[in-house]
C-alpha cells in the first residue's frame, strides 16, 4: 500500500501565486472533511512551532492565516496550539510563550485565530492518555490539544540533533507533549540539582506537589524515587541550576517520541491533516534562539493523511536537493543523505519504521505535484 504525499514547489507566475497553490493543496488534501460536520461548533488545533526568539526559520504566519479562514469557512473553530518547553528558554511557560509567539508575528490580526497553549500556564494543564506500547503505558498530553475534535499538523521540516531531522512526528509526539511528556522522553531519571549554584532558596520545595525534593546542608536535593517527573522545579528554579539529565539513548528516545505521536493520534487519526514546510531548511530544531544557514535550497510544501508517508517523503526531496554552498555540510551532491552529514550518529530511519510498526502509516508513498 502507498500514500498518497501532495506536493506543490514554490515556482508561481502572477495568475498562479504561492496562495492559490497551497489553497489546492489544502483541497487535494481534502482538510473540510476532518471536521466533523454532525458537531456545533467544532473545535480545530492547529498545532506548530512559534518559534524561539530570535530564531527567524519556523513557518510564516500568514501561510498559518490561509489555513485558519479554510477552516472557518468549512465551519470549524480553529486555534493555533503548541506546549510549553521543558528547558527554560522564552517558550517555557505561556505568558513567555505567547508574547514570543506575537513578537515572532502570531497575532490574532494576522492570523484570524486565538493562540492556545496546549499545556496551560505552567506545563502541567494535560491528559493522561493510555496507550500500552513498549516505552509507556500511558502518556501525559497537552489537554487543548486532546480535547480539540481535529488536528492540522503544521511542521517546518528541519534537522535535528536527536533525531535526524524534525517533521510531523516530531512536531506532534515531542511538541504535543506537555512538560512533564517531554522530560520522559528525553530522560529516565530525575532531574539534577547543580549544588555548587544552588543557593538553598527552597523555591523548588515549595513548589514539588509529591514532596520529592529537600534540603541537605543548605542545598536542594531530588529524591529520585518520589520524582515523577513533571519538570515544574527546572521552571522554577530562580537561577536556573535544576537541569534536565539528557542521559535517554538516540533510538529509544526516538522511540518514545513515536509512542507520544501514536498517543496524540489515537482517537483522532481519521480526524487529521500532516502539512511538511519545507523551506529554510535549517540544521536544528527551531528551539534555539537561531538557525544556521539553510543546508539545501526551498523544496516546498507538502500535505498527507498519512504522516510517515509525508515525513518519508520530505526526507527523500531534502536527500535529493543539491546541498547550499556555504552552509554545515560537507557533501553537497545530490542524492546524499543531508541529515546524516549533520549528525552522523543519527540514524533517522528509527522514527519511522517504528511508526510502521505502531500502525501509524507506510513508509511507501506516492508524489503528486499540484
Known sequence: MTAPVFYIDF??????????????????VELKKIIPRKKKRPLVAIKLHFGEQGNTAYIRPIYLRQVVDRVWEDGGRPFLTDSNTVYVGTRADAVSHLTTAIQN?????????PLVIADGLKGTAEVEVEINKEHFQTVFLGEAVVEADSLISMAHFKGHELSGFGGTIKNLGMGVASRRGKLSQHSNIAPLVNAKKCTGCGDCITHCAQHAIQLEHEKAVIDPQKCVGCAECILICPYGNIQIQWNESIPIFQQKMVEYTYGVLKDKQDRAIFINFINQVSPACDCYGHNDAPIVGDVGILASRDPIALDQASADLVNQSPGVVGSCLKDLTPGSDKFRDVYPQIDWTIQLDYAVELGLGTREYELIKI
Do not use: I, S
Open 11 to 28: 515556482r508561481v507566475t502572477p495568475k498562479d501565486t504561492n496562495f492559490k497553490k497551497f489553497q489546492r493543496l489544502l483541497e487535494a
Open 105 to 113: 508575528g502570531f497575532a490574532y490580526a494576522v492570523v484570524n485565530a
